[in-house]
């Protein structure tokens, strides 16, 4: 006998729907699962035969053959398991149910117990652009795929459970939608924690506000790992869109849990300077996110700069420039989006101490400069703000002077943005930072005295063209910070500011 349950399978950040068919014939005991599956699925095979009998059921015997179509799409990990024990079910004439309609995933351990699995967001959106009208998945996961609206979620927790519903023996409800609800970045974490660094924080405003890169540069002990950390908590709040991506990315990669199954603050990612190049921009036999990828619509923070891996630096080129990183493989090209704000810092040479107004530097002059080189001109090149965090003097620590809290700041940051989107309506950018060279001139309009300042500076500095694109952009969002719409000769003269720095340690660009 025949029989076909619908189930769904990823590619990349996609899903698409996997028909598995189940036939069983007369002939010698045997059970083949074809389709090109991985070994998780091949594996299926002694899960459900002992999840059938555990259940209740009898296993079918005979020739069993279970085919995944399309033929050619990689089969990956144990969310088949649930389609092919349905299928089996009908097909050695056990139920009579019509699996018209419905789609199935779901892992089974061997009593029958259903599993949670990754991805499952991605499969719910083609769920419902297919015309899907139930969606059955593991009771973790109900509460991620109910985000998508217009589907039926049902989280289950058996096999058995869902035998009994489709056959009217069980009621069950769906999962309710959930609601989505912004929240503020969960660290206890604030501004106001930082004291002094007036320009450093400045500085990392202009950042949140225009979605621009960034560069700390300082000695030991100056502030750059508080001041990264607490970016988060002056960022925009996340819009639905944005948290759809997001969570789609860490779906995959399978590091939600049920007590957060939707990304509702811009995501933090923060790896340590031995990662691998396939850690960062992702990779493996099956493809999966890289950190920078993780940190979609959020922050990438690489500390210690000059530690990592030339050759894991270089990879960030790309995908700064692009918001996406593109990973191929033999078996295919897969695309995962990346637009993040990369907040890196480092010391100004091993020691910590070059260019500190009180310590001396222990470093000969070539230790420095080899120390320096180990981040290169063009990855520095696509940092928009170069910042220097100087040392925090006595009088400020002690100050009993209360800071600026990041509520005040993210204030201004969201009315920034709010001007942002405005502008940009019916384009798919979304902030300053990703304005296209095609539209520069259009967008930031310059007074003549400023377009004076910036035909000097680019003259004195020796600017490339992406640096001049570069001050453009962020003289822009200093601008929409304080509610002009010409950038005029202070916009202008901070964002010069901000590209400056690289001269006193790289000496030229």
């Known amino acids: 006998m025949y029989a076909k349950v619908t189930s769904a399978g990823l590619f990349g950040l996609d899903a698409c729907p996997v028909l598995v068919e189940t036939d069983i014939s007369r002939g010698l005991p045997n059970f083949e699962i074809v389709g090109l599956p991985d070994a998780a699925v091949r594996e299926s095979r002694d899960r459900v035969k002992a999840a059938i009998k555990n259940c209740g059921f009898e296993v079918p015997t005979g020739r069993i053959t279970v085919n995944m179509a399309p033929a050619d799409l990689r089969k990956v990990g144990p969310i088949y398991d649930l389609p092919i024990f349905l299928s089996l079910l009908s097909a050695g004439g056990q139920t009579d149910v019509d699996f018209i309609g419905d789609l199935f995933v779901g892992e089974l351990a061997l009593d029958g117990t259903i599993r949670r699995i990754q991805g499952v967001l991605p499969m719910a959106v083609m769920a419902r652009e297919q015309g899907f009208k139930r969606f059955f998945v593991p009771a973790e996961n109900a509460a991620e795929a109910s985000i998508v609206q217009g589907l039926d979620v049902y989280g289950v927790k058996s096999a058995l459970d869902v035998m009994n519903f489709l056959e009217g023996l069980k009621e069950m409800a769906p999962h309710p939608p959930l609601e989505f609800s912004p929240e503020a970045f969960r660290e206890t974490l604030d501004m106001a924690d930082v004291q002094g660094q007036a320009f450093a924080k400045r500085a990392m405003e202009v950042a949140a506000a225009g979605g621009h890169n960034a560069i700390l540069i300082g000695s030991p002990g100056s502030g750059k790992s508080m001041l990264a950390k607490r970016l988060p908590t002056i960022l925009p709040d996340i819009t639905f869109e944005e948290a759809i991506e997001s969570t789609k990315v860490h779906s995959i990669a399978g590091i939600l849990d049920s007590e957060h199954p939707m990304v509702t603050s811009r995501p933090f990612r923060a790896p340590h300077h031995t990662i691998s190049s396939a ?92 120390y320096l080189n180990k981040v290169s001109g063009p990855l520095l090149d696509r940092l928009d703000l170069h910042i220097e965090v100087a040392p925090v003097e006595f009088a400020q620590l002690s100050s009993k002077r209360k800071s600026e809290s990041s509520a005040d700041i993210r204030a201004r940051v969201n009315q920034a943005r709010a001007v ?23 967008v930031c309009v310059l007074t ?62």
């Open 279 to 370: 850690g960062l921009s992702g990779g493996g036999s099956i493809p999966r996110p890289g950190e920078i990828s993780l940190a979609h619509n959020g922050v990438l923070f690489l500390d210690e700069l000059p530690e990592f891996d030339r050759q894991t630096l270089e990879i960030l080129r790309q995908p700064i420039e692009e918001g996406h990183v593109t990973i191929a493989r033999a078996n295919g090209t897969l695309t995962y989006p990346c637009s993040m704000i990369l907040i890196a810092a480092m010391n100004p040479c091993p020691c910590g101490y070059y260019g500190h107004p009180t310590r001396p530097c222990s470093c000969s002059p070539q230790y420095v400069t080899r």
């Open 420 to 442: 942002q989107l405005k502008r940009f309506a019916g384009t798919s950018i979304r902030c300053n930072a990703q304005i296209p060279a095609a539209m520069l001139q259009e």
């Open 448 to 509: 003549q005295s400023a377009s004076k300042a910036l035909f000097q500076a680019f003259e004195r500095l020796g600017l490339s063209a992406r640096g001049y694109n570069r001050i453009l952009k962020v003289a822009r969002t200093i601008a929409d910070l304080a509610g002009n719409e010409e950038i005029d000769l202070p916009h202008i003269s901070e964002a010069i500011q901000y590209r400056s720095l690289d001269r006193k340690y790289w000496g030229s660009e």
